[in-house]
């Protein structure tokens, strides 16, 4: 149980466990903490309308008597995950909007449950083989509808279905080449930038381009390279995992492909302009100041100057450089831009750059799972981001992303791997460890939608939680179909 209080009445010895937008956007680096001096709360204040505080971790007096908390199970999918997760909210804002959930589950379930089937759904049986079972989809033999028009793509914009080429299979050894390739462009790149070496960005131009194009083949395959690569800090390899989910949300949208291509290269990019920030600020384990909070927001002015001295890139590319920590509301940065004065491009890098950030092992905080990730940025989405848009990103990888760790109601730990469109949050899935988090020695495979498995089981199996990446020590590197 959490207490959701306006900033202003927030008290020493309270336990902040979650505020009113992503800790990204604030000084306090660590997810959760204890206010120990009236400094912290100026400094929440300055940032945060409203804050989430568990008054089990509170001092005492200070919150109204609770009763003890609900258990993981009883508060649902993912809630053991995070303490802003546990069992309900009360709402002492005086707000009446909304159901005083924090994770906002109601409206976020529903929208996952209710995602309208894309052309990939009902696809054709699986074959005898394991790996064809698992991977072996070919491409639709039946022409795609054209992808529907949202209000907020740009009416210059020309929509495109995008039906696959390739089986997951046949496209997987494909798609780590040239993720590796992207990468290691990548890492070169951010080596000539940090030996003041004139930027060329013509081998990164090729990588992407790439990329895009195996995404295009089978946007699966990619997408599992992405999500069981063990995240790290460099600024290389989140850029391309940003350029893969922005690709994967274009994709989904019908954007062409030189549009594709474009959202990908600006997701490769974003982060450029920390090469010019000291490390110590980057990995911080504690509250930054306000003046190093200044120096870290500073990195998107320094990532704009960057790529001036290299060759032109398109408008819309350095604008969703300059625009994804702008914010709906205007509380972002740097500019305080509201609403329509951000641009398409900027709304898409926004809402994947905070995905990234929540999911990613940093530091100074633990990766969330992808579906406590998407629950609190559907809550957000109220203020921060665009709402529809953040929709269709959720819709475009998955509640449970391919690739994605997952605990089943069996006990069992899974991977997802492969999306079933039409019933989202009921992926397929490969069992990984048994109800002990023991790994298995040959993975089982399980059609959640269909409740097909490959074993005998009295009751169909369903998830339980979203895991964040390295539970139970699985080494998701080791769980590539290929």
């Given amino acids: 149980m959490l ?30 903490f ?65 159901d005083g959930n924090i994770s906002d589950t109601g409206r976020f379930m529903s929208m996952a449950q209710n995602a309208a089937a894309d052309a990939q759904a009902g696809r054709k049986s699986f074959g005898v083989k394991l790996l064809q079972a698992l991977f072996g989809r070919g491409a639709s033999e039946e022409p795609l509808p054209p992808p529907p028009r949202y209000s907020f793509i740009p009416a210059g914009i020309s929509l495109v279905a995008h039906p696959e080429t390739q089986s997951l299979e046949d496209e997987i050894s494909a798609a780590s080449r040239n993720f590796d390739a992207a990468k290691y462009a990548m890492s070169r790149m951010v080596a000539d930038v940090l030996g003041d070496k004139h930027l060329v960005l013509d081998d990164l131009w090729a990588s992407i381009n790439d990329v895009v194009e195996s995404m295009l083949r089978n946007g699966d395959a990619m997408m599992w ?52 920030l000291p490390l110590r600020l980057l990995t911080k384990p504690d509250q930054l100041s306000e003046d190093e ?44 831009l509201r609403s329509e004065q951000i641009g398409f491009y900027g709304r898409m890098a926004a809402i994947v750059d905070t995905f990234m950030a929540l999911t990613d092992e940093r530091p100074f905080a633990q990766a969330m799972s992808p579906y406590i990730a998407f629950r609190r940025m559907t809550e957000w989405s109220r203020n921060l981001f665009h709402a529809s848009l953040t929709q269709q990103y959720i819709q ?30 009921k992926p397929q899935v490969l069992i990984v460890a048994d109800p002990e988090k023991i790994p298995l020695s040959k993975a089982v495979y399980a059609d959640l939608a269909t409740e097909t498995l490959a074993r005998d089981k009295p009751a169909p199996l369903t998830i339980s939680a979203g895991l964040p990446a390295g539970s139970y020590g699985l ?8």
């Fill in 3 to 32: 207490f959701k209080l306006n900033s202003r009445d927030l008290k020493v010895g309270m336990f902040v466990s979650e505020l009113d937008r992503p800790w990204i956007d604030t000084p306090f680096l660590i997810q959760g």
């Fill in 34 to 98: 204890l206010i120990k001096d009236p400094r912290e709360i100026t400094s929440v204040r300055a940032h945060c309308n409203y804050a989430y505080v568990d008054p089990h971790r509170s001092a005492a007096g200070l919150l109204p008597k609770v009763r003890p908390q609900k258990s993981a199970r009883d508060a649902g999918p993912g809630a053991h995950s995070a303490g802003a997760s546990r069992g309900e909210v009360i709402d002492l804002t005086g707000e009446t909007s909304g």
């Fill in 225 to 276: 390279i992405a999500m069981t690569t063990r995240q790290d800090a460099t600024i290389y390899g989140r850029g391309v995992r940003a350029a893969v989910h922005l690709v994967a949300l274009g994709k989904h949208l019908g954007l062409p492909k030189r549009r594709l291509s474009q959202v990908a290269m600006a997701g490769a990019l974003l982060d450029i302009g920390k090469t010019a």
């Fill in 293 to 336: 909070f200044n120096l870290v927001k500073d990195h998107v002015r320094h990532g704009l100057e960057l790529l001036k001295k290299a060759a032109p890139l398109h408008g819309d590319i350095i604008r969703a450089i300059a625009e994804h920590h702008e914010r709906e509301d205007g509380t972002g940065y740097p500019n305080g």
């Fill in 396 to 425: 475009a990888i998955g509640v449970f992303p391919v690739g994605s760790l997952v605990d089943l109601s069996s006990g069992e730990v899974a991977v997802v791997v492969r999306q079933n469109r039409a019933q989202r949050l």
């Fill in 475 to 482: 080494d998701e590197r080791h769980l590539r179909p290929a």
